[in-house]
């Protein structure tokens, strides 16, 4: 019954920060709200019995990631005035839904194309299977990392993809186009 009661309100939790993340115009609020859905998150791995999952959870999603968005935010110095129904690039908004649509097609198509499995354990979306044993004498780090760099091979690899692109895209939004060059003043030579 406490698991239970845990699960409602740690899904309470995680709903409402993602809708908080959508629905919040000012942006360091959304991604105060995404760290109340990692938080969350990471209390249902709890639940599961999977510590390493929710440590990771919070040190890396919480505290690293979303620290990250923070940054750029306020680096890029972000206003509440903007106007968001605006569209800088003509078309973004289309091209937007559709690749949402497709990656959404490719989620629910990896999710039930993909087959139970047999005794081994379900198909992911590699098409290889899980191998699951019983009695496993490994630690729950060792069977991640094998299952993360075996079966789930693909899905590592889109996340890194995605953040390098995420750097890129950060990288080029704050680059000073046409701008002067910063003065930097030799060590001991600034005017008192």
Known sequence: MVDVVSFLIAAAIVLGGALGVVGFSNPVHAALSLIASFFGVAVVFIIQEAHFLALVQV?????AIVV????????LGVDTATDLRTEPLVG??????????????????????????DERGAVALTGQQSV?????????????GEDLFTRN???????ALLLTIATVGAVVLVRNEGGEDLVIDEPGSAAD
Do not use: C, H, K
């Open 59 to 63: 040190v890396v999603y919480a505290g």
């Open 68 to 75: 990250l968005f923070l940054f750029v935010i306020m680096l």
């Open 92 to 117: 973004q908004r289309a091209l937007g839904l559709t690749f949402g649509a497709i990656l959404l097609t490719l989620i629910l198509g990896g999710l039930f194309l993909s087959g139970p499995g």
């Open 132 to 144: 699951v044993q019983p009695v496993d004498d490994r630690s729950q780090i060792e069977q991640l």
């Open 153 to 159: 091979i693909l899905a590592f690899q889109a996340t």
